[in-house]
Every structure is written in structure tokens, then in C-alpha cells.
């Protein structure tokens, strides 16, 4: 009973209050609300990529085509005369000298008949000399009037007869000699021998093709150049400038074979738009092997010097369907799609033939996130970028990209 009653008083008295609490109560709360700022969205940022200079820099123009090793000389080897294969004195692939023997073929039929052409030879030779004898004795009888001019003439016309008779021997008897010396097959040029298509016992005349050989100390490269190698090249050759070649094999990093272009077709052809051309190069140490696949890098600029390029890297290059393109980091970093026209690779960088400027910016990191006009978040890199290399340190990064502004500018 006391409870309710003690309700009740707080009550009426609480009421009573709220008159005087709620005028002021409510400036309080007004004030507090306008105090109190709407949140905003955050802005929306571009899209971050790495962004790098183009570069700019002295290069002699050089263009890449696949060719094929050939060999200077190539012969194959035939006898020159026939018999019986006797001996094979090669390895098979090895190295010979010039003048080795590489075959022998048996030498009996030609012994006896170079000891037969001796023995006509020594024949004759005395019957010739037999015969001077009796010419001598005769022109002293006909001095004396012992014989008639007729026995003269005719001991004359005999001596001359026995000459020519020795002469004909002395002829067979070289050709005796040098069939002898035919029974050894040598190789006519030093190189690479390939295998034996004949083997010991067989029989063979002069048309049968024992082996190969092919030259190795030298070796061409031929290859088919575009139009405009052509065009660049073909002036310094004919004037007899060397024009620098560089092949690389299919194992091998680069272009480390050093050489010269040789030779140039006089005409292109019409169906592929290609000529044919040819360098020679050293091949000492025996790496160049004729047939092999090898890469061809043709050097030249323009009259033979080198020429400003812009150069950028690979990794900034889309393609959209034939046409090659970069993104630009344009005005207010915003994207811009940039057509480009490519030319060979120098240093890592890809020469750019037109579609940008020095001093521009172009995206190479980061390019999958990039629209054409859309704002962009570039760090600056260098033109070397490669995601996959470990980050530089934070120093070394920025003494980096002052280098790289500096040499921009100095471009400018």
C-alpha cells in the first residue's frame, strides 16, 4: 500500500518537471545534430599500373629471318679408275686434310701396267738412239760419196719415226703413272667426310660415288630478306660497305656467330616478296654445320650509320587482332589506346617505328586493368620493368627513377 502511494508521488512529480526540461533539452539535441557531418564516399582512384619512359637512343637497325647452313664447297668423291675397293682409310664424319687418301683400290693391273710402259719406254729410247747412231755414220759416208742421198733420207726419216715412237711411250707411261696414283682416292678439298657408300671388296668404275665431302672452315648462311632489308641493304653491298650478319643456332642464346653478307639476289620474288641472300662466316671451331636451322640477324642503318630510335618494352604491347597497340599515360592520367608500328628487337626493347613521341609515358605493367580513357594510377618504372624480378629496395627504386627522368629530360 505504501509502495503505491510512493509510485504514485514520483510520478505526479515527474510530470510536473517535464515542462521545464523539454524546451531545453531540444536545442541541445538540435545543436548536437547539426554539429555532426555527413560521412562521403570515398573518391574513386584509377587504376594502378607502372608506367615507364619511352626510350630514346642511338641504334643500327638490324631485322631477323630463319635461314639455312650451307656449305662453301661440296664435292663428291668418285674414282677415277675402276677396281677393286681395297681399303677405307676415314671415319665416317671425321675431319680430313686435303690429299688424304680415303679409299684405296687395288693396285696390281696398274703396277704391271705402269712397269710394261717403263719397259716400252727403255725400248724405244734405245732403238732411237741406235738409230742417231746410224744417221752420224751415214752423213759421214755421204760426205765421203760412199752412199746415196736416198739411204741418208731414209736413215733420217727413221730416227725421227723411233723420236716419235718414244714420245708415245713416254705419254703411256704418265698415264701408267697416273693411274697408278689413282688407285688412292684422295679428298680433293679439306672438310667433313661423310660415310662410306662403298665398302672393302667391291668393284667400281669411275661413274660410282664413293662419299662426300663438305668445306667446313668457312660456311654460308642463306636466308630470304623482306623487301625493305632489301632495300637498305642491296646500296651498301654493291658499294662494297660489309654489312654485318650475326646468326644464332636453335640452342643457343643470341646471335654469337660473326659474319659478313656475300651476296645478294638481283631480284625479288614476285609471289613472296622475298630475295635471296647469303653471308659467309668463319667457323673455326667447327659449330656452324652445313644444313642446320639457324637464325639470321642482318645489321645496316641507314648509309651504313646508326640512327636515333624510340625503344619500348615488349611487355607494354597489346595486340587487337593485326594491330599492334599501347596505352599511353595521356593528359590528367587518363588511358589513351595508341597504334603502333613495331620494328626488330635491340637491347631486350623493341624498336618502335611510329605511334609515340619522346618523353611520353606508356603503361608496361599492369595493362589487363587499362580502358581506353580511363584514369590511371601509374608508378613510374624502368622501361626494363619484368614483374617477375624481386622488388629494389626502396632507395635504390628512387635514385633509379631520378635516372630515368633525367635522362627523359636531357632527351627533351
Known amino acids: 500500500m505504501q509502495n503505491r502511494q510512493r509510485r504514485k508521488a514520483m510520478k505526479q512529480s515527474l510530470l510536473a518537471v517535464l515542462p521545464f526540461v523539454l524546451p531545453l533539452a531540444l536545442p541541445l539535441a538540435l545543436l548536437g545534430a547539426c554539429g555532426e557531418k555527413p560521412k562521403e564516399a570515398p573518391p574513386q582512384g584509377g587504376a594502378p599500373v607502372s608506367a615507364a619512359l619511352v626510350v630514346e637512343k642511338e641504334i643500327t637497325e638490324t631485322q631477323e629471318f630463319s635461314g639455312r647452313l650451307e656449305a662453301i664447297e661440296r664435292v663428291e668423291v668418285r674414282p677415277r679408275v675402276g677396281g677393286y675397293i681395297t681399303a677405307v682409310n676415314f671415319t665416317p664424319g671425321s675431319i680430313v686434310r686435303k690429299g688424304d687418301a680415303l679409299f684405296v683400290i687395288d693396285t696390281r693391273p696398274y703396277q704391271a701396267a705402269l712397269s710394261g710402259a717403263e719397259a716400252a719406254v727403255a725400248s724405244n729410247r734405245a732403238k732411237a738412239e741406235l738409230a742417231k747412231l746410224e744417221l752420224t755414220r751415214a752423213e759421214r759416208l755421204y760426205a765421203d760419196r760412199a752412199i746415196a742421198q736416198r739411204e741418208l733420207d731414209e736413215r733420217a726419216a727413221g730416227l725421227k719415226e723411233l723420236d716419235a715412237d718414244l714420245r708415245g711411250a713416254q705419254a703411256a707411261l704418265e698415264t701408267a703413272r697416273l693411274n697408278m696414283g689413282y688407285t688412292r682416292v684422295q679428298s680433293p678439298i679439306a672438310g667433313r667426310v661423310s660415310k662410306a657408300e662403298i665398302t672393302v671388296g667391291n668393284l667400281v668404275d669411275t661413274t660410282a660415288v664413293l662419299t662426300s665431302v663438305v668445306s ?118 587518363k588511358a589513351e589506346y595508341r597504334p603502333v608500328s613495331l620494328g626488330p628487337t635491340v637491347d631486350g626493347l623493341r624498336v618502335v617505328r611510329s605511334g609515340l613521341q619522346r618523353g611520353e609515358k606508356i603503361v608496361v605493367g599492369g595493362l589487363q586493368r587499362v580502358r581506353p580513357g580511363a584514369p590511371l594510377a601509374p608508378q613510374i618504372v624502368g622501361m626494363d620493368y619484368d614483374p617477375a624480378a624481386p622488388p629494389k629496395p626502396a632507395k635504390e627504386t628512387k635514385v633509379a627513377d631520378a635516372a630515368g627522368a633525367a635522362r627523359a629530360e636531357g632527351t627533351k
Open 216 to 333: 667446313v672452315d668457312k660456311i654460308y648462311a642463306s636466308f630470304d630478306g623482306d623487301e625493305e632489308t632489301y632495300l637498305r641493304v642491296a646500296p651498301l653491298a654493291h658499294k662494297g660497305t660489309a654489312v654485318p650478319v650475326r646468326v644464332g643456332l636453335a640452342n643457343e642464346q643470341g646471335f654469337p656467330h660473326e659474319g659478313k653478307l656475300e651476296f645478294v639476289d638481283n631480284r625479288l620474288d614476285p609471289q613472296s616478296g622475298s630475295v635471296r641472300m647469303r653471308a659467309t662466316f668463319v667457323n673455326a671451331d667447327n659449330t656452324l654445320v652445313p644444313g642446320l636451322f639457324a637464325r639470321v640477324q642482318v645489321s645496316g642503318g641507314k648509309d651504313g650509320k646508326a640512327s636515333q630510335a624510340l625503344l619500348i618494352n615488349e611487355r607494354a604491347v597489346g595486340t587487337d587482332q593485326n594491330r599492334k597497340f599501347v596505352f599511353v599515360v595521356g593528359k590528367d592520367s
